[in-house]
């Protein structure tokens, strides 16, 4: 990864977060529910392995880099809004 | 981005083939450990060990990684020990040269020079394919510590390991945070290496299962955070399903020449066996098969090294390699078996088929039929376990 490639690709917003998010739980539930960014994901039940697992993949492709496994905790998978922050921290830190 | 250009794979596997040859005859007689010393003595398999070990990425280290693992199997090192060092390489270090506490880094010239063994013990003796069920549990005293209790079960290397990656619940409740990943030295007290299993398949390695009795586990024995431990353990599957079927590409190689070879030296009814076009087909057959397997892991080895795609995001491909190299594998025992006649049952012919490794694959890194349930429900199928 350039440093170019990593200027271009690590930003990401709240919005396309709660995307990523509502796409991974269809795909797997069937079911499009509409998540904002302060939606309880996990009191939703609809976080299975499988669904974080294809979030996780999702924003790795999204930011366009690896992200740490430190950042697959629940406590950054309450809501797409502390999702959002611990993909910007990673990405902070990782640029550094 | 350019990461391959410099690797030339058969370069590499013929190198690596010829530091072997000599002494590949020494193997898979001896003590486990003792084979495992030697087979690091080779300049190339240390090489790859050091690239792993250091997490060095962006100059074609996989593959070039990938091309040694075919040099153990081209030189004849014995099939149980070449699934060994790609099980470690590919399953163990390169997936923990990606953490950023490198937790083996304590561990690095131990681990160079083979005095040094790790396993990865995941499977628990009530089924491995829904790691959300495991019974392995740490579990958190008032004072802030660990301790870990549980049992794992057919774990490659166990009986002989120093280091063991384990993974276990943190949290008593089924959900995909309640798993943490964790590195334990064997000699803690509490750790039990069982016997080794009577196995039938790639026996050079032994097998076994390990016991955590009341293991006191501290915050830095963890890996990863508590409760990521399925996120690292998609990691190490991935590695696993996308490259530990190299240790068949030599293997394959190596026999598809001793075919030629045979059929062509063999002479039945006043003509070589490879005269008959029935006979020539199935070495044909063999070629194609080797070529499969050999393309799928390259190409696998080629996506990871241009990391192009994060790992996570090759995950149902990399489940279908090693279902298709599985199965190729276990077909090209199958039609190598009777080229050879009765030799191919004879352990020490030169010639015997290891059609119970073939199986074997079918079995570990996640069975192929639970893979298949996983390309599925990739596919959008509403497919349950």
Known sequence: MTQQDSQVSTTITVEEVCAIVSAAIARRSGRAETVEPDTEVLLTGLLDSLTLVNIVAELEERVGQRLPENLVVARNFRTPTTLHAAVGDALGVQSR | MTATISVDPARIAAATSAELSEIAQQFGTGDYRQSWRSLLAAPSVRAAFADSLRGVRGGGQITNAVAVVEGIGRAGIPAGLCYAYASQLFGIQWPLSFIASQPLAP???????????????????????????????ATRSADGSWQLNGRKAYVTAAPAADLVLTFARTDAARHPFALSSLLIPADRPGVVRGEPFAKLALTEVPMGAIDFDGVSVTDADFVSDEGSGLAFLTATTTWERALLMSYAIGIMGRTLEQATEWLTSREQFGHPLGSSPLVASRVADLAILAHRVRSLVYDMAR??????????????????????????????????????GARAVIADSGFAIDASGAIAASIYAGTNDLLRIMIARDLGLPVEN
């Open chain 2, 107 to 137: 561990y690095h010239e131990s681990l160079l020079d083979g005095s040094l063994l790790l396993c990865h013990a995941l499977t628990e003796e009530t089924g491995g394919s829904d790691p959300l069920s495991m019974r392995t549990a």
């Open chain 2, 303 to 340: 996506r990871i090294d241009d990391e192009s795609t994060p790992l996570r995001s090759l995950s149902t491909d990399a489940a279908m390699v090693k279902i298709s190299c599985a199965q190729d594998l276990l077909q090209f025992q199958t039609i190598a078996g009777p080229l050879f």
